[in-house]
């Protein structure tokens, strides 16, 4: 081969192999992570107890549907009629199990306690999965079947991770609950793509999860300001106690301590749990997680004077 056309070969292979690499990261990477994102169906095995028996809470099963007519299960306990009622919200490929034991404990000290399964996690119907935006609605749908039980009763929501998040977004859109524990919310839905496209693969969050963004509020039907946490958070004057783990990478604590700047809250409080990791800070230090939680709770039900709180 002479050597003017081996040049012209080797010049043809490499923009052939740069075009085979912008088309998998411009392209298939995006759109595969989008498709990822929206309809795996994984779910972690629960490492807790199994069932409400095992923990001592009797409860009745709980059907409703959200405002999309996406089917949601969960389980529920009336507690003491004269105390809030709490919704627990789970994490990313979860379920109710991951909060079983938080709403024994809760129901033990008279709290009405509602256990629900996000759309397209546990036995709710199939859906798909949008990191909080529509879980939000579901949310919300568990707020109204509460007060169907019980219209004039306070109700707190309780979430961990993506399920923290889709609570704060849906504090915004269904306005009435007296308090929100935040358990390792992300600032938005933007930002936790872009973070963690970068942690777990080390690309650059411009344009890859720019892209991921945009073909996931196309093909879902949503604005991706919708999942903007941090947003709804600067929007609620209601007491919302802020948790991280010093050791989350997911959802490092810097997170949580922007959210609780954001919050206009006078009751606002923000507890850092020393070497915890993501939406471990329960399992990691159960007697710090409880008693900050129930401190916060009782100074809701019987205020006195009180400033900006910090828990380290």
Known sequence: MK??????????????????????????????ASFLITNGRFQYRERGPKTPEAVGLPVTDAEFQSADGVALRGWWNPGDPSMPAIIFVHGLNRSRLELLERAADANKRGYGVLLIDLRNHGQSARAFTTIGVFESADVCAASRW??????????????????????????????????????????????????????????????????IVAITSIRMGFDPDDGDVEGAVSHLNIPILFIAGTADRRMPPREAEQLYKASPSATKEILLVPGATHGEAFSHDRELYLSSIYRFLDNIRDPSPSTDKTSR
């Open 3 to 32: 050597p003017g056309t081996l040049k012209r070969w080797t010049i043809r292979l490499l923009i052939a192999f740069g075009c085979l690499i912008a088309i998998v990261l411009f392209v298939v990477l995006p759109v595969g």
């Open 146 to 211: 509460i007060r169907e039980k019980a219209d004039s009763r306070p109700q707190v929501v309780w979430g961990v991770s993506m399920g923290a998040s889709a609570s704060i977004l849906a504090a915004k859109q269904c306005p009435g609950f007296s308090a929100i524990i935040s358990d390792s919310s992300f600032l938005s839905f933007r930002e936790t793509v872009g973070h963690h496209l970068n942690l777990f693969f080390r690309l650059p969050r411009f344009p890859i999860a720019n892209l």
